[in-house]
């Protein structure tokens, strides 16, 4: 079964902490993909990455990182420096290539930060 | 400026009515999707389209249905069948038809069936 989990349901930091954010995924699947999304309060989620499964490179763009784990099935998003902006839930989610690519999501962590 | 519109946002119909969420993109893509997302859920795909007049059912497609008669637009009317019909509705768009590429969102409608 594929599956992705986002245990985290909820986390409030103060602002200018680092956050992560963690992903674990289940998936036979010797290729796939990993996406992070951000939804703010206004609703729209917005793309942040996508990692294939070849490419296990920590990623990095400005104040976000992500660490990739194949080892231990992981895709954890960290913030450094956080801010209030960064206030949203964030999706985890990873593609079914065995459904015509449909994306199997995450129940998503709620991020608050705090001034 | 382009994106994806969606209306209305906030929808109240009472049990037992059908009713029609409007999508609209101006970004020339090809994809377009629907998804449903509850509380404490992952988003979860109701229909999706590669082409005009042509859609695919997602995992939770009872109770829906949707057209593709032109680019721009794919309408998701949420009918009496649907047992639980209240929820937060979003229609996506890609570039092309397959869910690697980036999905573009609108802002959502949030549908109550009283």
């Known amino acids: 079964a594929q599956k992705v989990t986002q245990a985290q349901t909820e986390i409030s930091v103060v602002e200018k902490e680092d956050v992560t954010l963690d992903c674990v995924y289940e998936?036979?699947?010797?290729?796939?993909?990993l996406f992070w999304y951000k939804q703010p309060p206004s609703g729209e989620l917005v793309f942040l990455i996508r990692?294939?499964?070849?490419d296990e490179q920590n990623e990095i763009s400005g104040r976000y990182s992500w660490n990739f784990q194949k080892s231990t099935s992981s895709f954890n998003f960290t913030i450094t420096a956080s801010q209030v902006v960064d206030s949203a839930v964030y999706f985890c989610?990873?593609?079914?290539?065995?459904?015509?690519?449909?994306?199997?999501w995450g129940a998503g962590t709620k991020l608050i930060i705090k001034p | 400026d382009g994106g994806i519109t969606q209306s209305p946002k906030y929808l109240f119909r009472k049990e037992g009515q059908n009713v029609t969420l409007s999508c609209e993109q101006n970004?020339?893509?090809?994809?377009m999707y629907w998804y449903r997302q509850d509380p404490g859920q992952g988003l979860r795909l109701i229909y999706y389209s590669q082409i005009v007049n042509d859609f695919q059912k997602g995992d939770i497609a009872e109770g829906y249905s949707v057209s593709r008669e032109k680019k721009e637009s794919f309408p998701l009317t949420v009918t009496s069948a649907q047992k639980n019909p209240t929820a937060f509705y979003l229609c996506?768009?890609?570039?092309?038809?397959?869910?690697?590429?980036?999905?573009?969102f609108g802002p959502g409608t949030r549908l109550t069936v009283l």
């Open positions: 989610a990873l593609i079914r290539m065995d459904s015509n690519y449909q994306l199997i």
């Open positions: 998936t036979r699947d010797t290729t796939y993909y």
């Open positions: 970004l020339n893509h090809d994809a």
């Open positions: 990692r294939n499964s070849f």
């Open positions: 996506a768009s890609s570039i092309e038809g397959l869910f690697l590429n980036e999905q573009f």
